[in-house]
């Protein structure tokens, strides 16, 4: 389910609308001098640039309306940036209409939505396939394969109702993986788990970093953000900061400095206590004896 990719290469020549850089490997993920302005003089985004290569995944953080949701929405091909260009695997969104920009959507991205969007009157196995589905692909073993990778595979004929929060987060999940996109994007995908379940979620995600796939999540959470290659701070719709190997503490520091900056509170949660139970993702995210049980140990 989580099988590696090589990097691609971007082939010579141009190709109208959806060109690719001419020569090495394309990044999974580019966002150049990306604005994004609403109507009555609103600017949520204010030339956003971020280059993310495959088997990434990155951690998107910053006080209330600072452009989080915007630019994941526009990274993602749901809104379309007032400027700049947006690439995914080479291919540009902009040049796009509105039949392929689908298609691109739902064969190359997956989503991970905060509000989960399953749909109740479908099976967890069919939620799980609904991308699928969607595109006339056989489903049935792909979806699971997924639901097996997430832990759910004897649930498949239940019913999201059925489920708890943290069960349900996992089939949302199982769904942004099961077509192998090239990017999946994690919309507060913590933020009303417990530790515990949260950190069941998290070592998901680190896994498709891991095998390949580019992760970009936005996240109030320095936690969270610690599971990340690579934290971006945002602030007033611009790049505020970057942090390589976020440790929480370094996070929590960075928010509150941008906090500081504005005279406004930072928009981050205190942080939850420790629970007695410990949690070992994997070999590559194993809890810290002195860590909280959903985060990762130091690299």
Request: aromatic residues 2%.
């Given at each position: 389910m989580f099988g590696r990719r090589g990097s691609r290469e971007a082939p010579a020549g141009g190709q109208g609308p959806s060109d690719t850089v001419a020569t090495g490997p394309v990044p999974a993920l580019d966002l150049d001098s990306v604005h994004r302005a609403y109507p009555g003089g609103v600017t949520?985004?204010?030339?956003?640039?971020?280059?993310?290569?495959?088997?990434?995944?990155?951690?998107?953080?910053?006080?209330?309306?600072?452009?989080?949701?915007?630019?994941?929405?526009?990274?993602?091909?749901?809104?379309?940036?007032?400027?700049?260009?947006?690439?995914?695997?080479?291919?540009?969104?902009?040049?796009?209409?509105?039949?392929?920009?689908?298609?691109?959507?739902?064969?190359?991205?997956?989503?991970?939505?905060?509000?989960?969007?399953?749909v109740p009157s479908l099976s967890v196995l069919e939620n799980a396939a609904l991308p699928l589905l969607l595109a006339g692909r056989g489903a049935g073993d792909r979806a699971r394969a997924a639901l097996a990778a997430v832990g759910l595979a004897d649930r498949a004929e239940d019913r999201p109702a059925q489920l708890s929060g943290g069960q349900q987060q996992r089939v949302a999940v199982a769904r942004a993986l099961v077509t192998e996109p090239d990017v999946v994007f994690a919309d507060e995908p913590t933020g009303a788990l417990d530790p515990v379940t949260a950190a069941g979620v998290l070592a998901l995600l680190r896994r498709a970093a891991d095998d390949g796939r580019t992760v970009v999540m936005v996240t109030h959470d320095p936690v969270a953000a610690a599971w990340a290659d690579e934290a971006v701070f945002l602030d007033a719709g611009r790049v505020a900061a970057r942090e390589v190997a976020p440790r929480s503490e370094d996070v929590r520091a960075q928010l509150h400095e941008l906090g500081r900056r504005s005279h406004e509170a930072p928009d981050v949660r205190p942080h939850r206590p420790p629970t007695p139970l410990p949690y070992e993702p994997d070999a590559r995210a194993c809890r810290h004896p002195a860590a909280s049980p959903y985060e990762r140990s130091p690299r």
């Open positions: 949520a985004l204010d030339g956003v640039s971020l280059r993310v290569p495959g088997g990434r995944m990155v951690a998107v953080l910053g006080r209330s309306g600072s452009g989080k949701s915007t630019l994941l929405q526009c990274a993602a091909g749901l809104d379309r940036p007032t400027s700049g260009t947006v690439r995914i695997g080479g291919t540009q969104l902009a040049g796009l209409g509105e039949a392929p920009l689908t298609r691109l959507r739902r064969d190359r991205v997956g989503f991970v939505f905060q509000s989960l969007n399953l």
